[in-house]
């Protein structure tokens, strides 16, 4: 009774709205998704389970975690553009509460899985069913949005992948079991497709999405502290989706063939360039997708940071090391990789010299303020921590300019709900490469970011650092639409 707003037992679009503090959860509540597919498209439902559970990793190890259906990551959502998406959460045990935010998806914001602002926390025994429609394709990613910082740590997260309708289907390794067989005992994952797949010629591709995590203190991919370890015919296109699900950022690079970075944050790069010897950095809460042809004669590898290799593609099943084309050193004095000048230019809806309707300032900090009447030592946006910060407020239909400036001595992934942003310059300097829209730019230590947006997506909507950790202490604002 107190938290029914977080139960939407009946299925239908009409939850009862929390009576305390619910200003925000109330007019949500009329922002909710469709309840038809695009023409063409289907509804693809998916039922989740909240619950703690102990996770075993691939190298054996145990791990206590809260997960989603038992399994950390949870079970990927993938769906093809133009599908509805379904996905009925119940929570069994997490007794702080679930939600489930679509990092990236601009959903209608009633369906954007904020607790206290878009629904309340689906508590133990309740349920609530997100729908939204699969009309951006790309890499993508789900996490509860409750005490996120120790929840998305806990393992409360999973892949969300939208295919085009025209292509072929995803083959999803996120650790869950949903696809290759693993064996727990060497960590070893063999992809049954690619191993008795015939000819390259025949051959569908190879599709696979790899969360990075830091699981009960050790870096994972999917469930894997070993390398996974697969195996696809030479000439096999490959499709390597990585999403940082961490605090901070990862490095890591790949030996072994040229490859290309053609999407981040589920945006496509436009002509994006062959990439060598560079190092990756992936913020916290963002994605990349990778993509190259099978080499011949050559394991490729993916290296995580100074950890072992990530990923070991080998030519074919049984090929051992022999032929090992890069080790884990490689990459330590590689240049890192600028994304704001890879690939080409390209039109986009506005830019630098657009007249813009409003713009503001967000200064990111460190230090002493005050929250309800006390000091508190706090990640500050322009001076204050939440729930001080001023709400920004936009009009439907707006074009928003705002800078991003870092004072701090922390790197701050700046990440919006609901929309997405164009880059316009990075320390002065304006993007000179593929036009790059994201959902999460890393402002690191002095940086001054300038994007801009479209006010497109009616709602009240959330505005923070996806360091988890710096929003826990302060650094969220929300941006309403008036
Ligand atoms: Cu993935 Cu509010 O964040
Ligand atoms: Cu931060």
Known sequence: AEHAAGTDTTGEHAPEVHEAGAGGVRSMTSLRG????????????FALTARTATVTLSSGRRVAAWTFDGK???????????????????????????????????????????????????????????????????????????VSDIGVRKGLYGMLVVTRRAGGPADQVSGSGSGPASDGETGRTRDGGAGTGGPAASAPGLDLTLPVHTFGGVTVLGDHDRAIERSAAPGTPVRLRLVNTDNTP???????????????????????????????????????????????????????????????????????????AGS??????????????????????????????????????????????????????????????????????????????NRSRDTHPWHLHGHRVLV???????????????????????????????????GLWMNHCHNLAHADQGMVLHLNYE
């Open 34 to 45: 469709p309840s038809e597919p695009a023409p063409g498209g289907t509804t693809r439902r």
């Open 72 to 146: 950390v990551p949870g079970p990927p959502i993938t769906a093809v553009e133009g599908d509805l998406v379904e996905v009925r959460l119940r929570n069994a045990d997490v007794t702080s509460g679930v939600t489930i935010h679509w990092h990236g998806y601009d959903v209608p914001a009633g369906e954007d899985g904020v607790p206290g602002l878009t629904q309340d926390a689906v508590r133990p025994g309740q349920e609530f069913t997100y729908r939204f429609l699969a009309n951006q394709v790309g890499t993508y990613w789900y996490h509860t949005h409750e």
């Open 250 to 324: 990862h490095r890591f690079t790949l030996a072994g063939t040229p490859y290309r970075l053609v999407a981040v944050d589920g945006q496509d790069l436009n002509g994006p360039g062959e990439l060598g010897r560079v190092g990756l950095r992936l913020p916290a809460g963002g994605r990349y997708d990778l993509a190259f042809t099978m080499p011949a004669a050559r394991t490729v590898l993916l290296a995580v940071d100074d950890r072992t290799e990530g990923l070991r593609l080998s030519p074919q099943e049984g090929a051992g090391s022999a032929g090992v």
């Open 328 to 405: 884990a050193g490689d990459g330590a004095g590689w240049p890192e990789l600028d994304i704001t000048r890879y690939g080409t230019p390209a039109g986009t809806p506005f830019g630098p010299g657009s007249r813009f309707d409003r713009r503001f300032t967000l200064v990111l900090d460190r230090g002493l303020t005050f929250s309800g009447g006390r000091p508190l030592y706090a990640h500050t946006v322009n001076g204050r921590a939440f729930p001080s910060i001023p709400t920004q407020v936009v009009r439907d239909g707006e074009l928003i300019r705002f800078t991003v400036v």
């Open 424 to 458: 316009l310059s990075r320390d002065g300097r304006a993007t000179s490469g593929s036009p790059l829209w994201l959902d999460t730019f890393d402002v690191r230590p002095g940086e001054v970011w300038e994007v801009a947006f479209r006010a497109a997506n009616p």
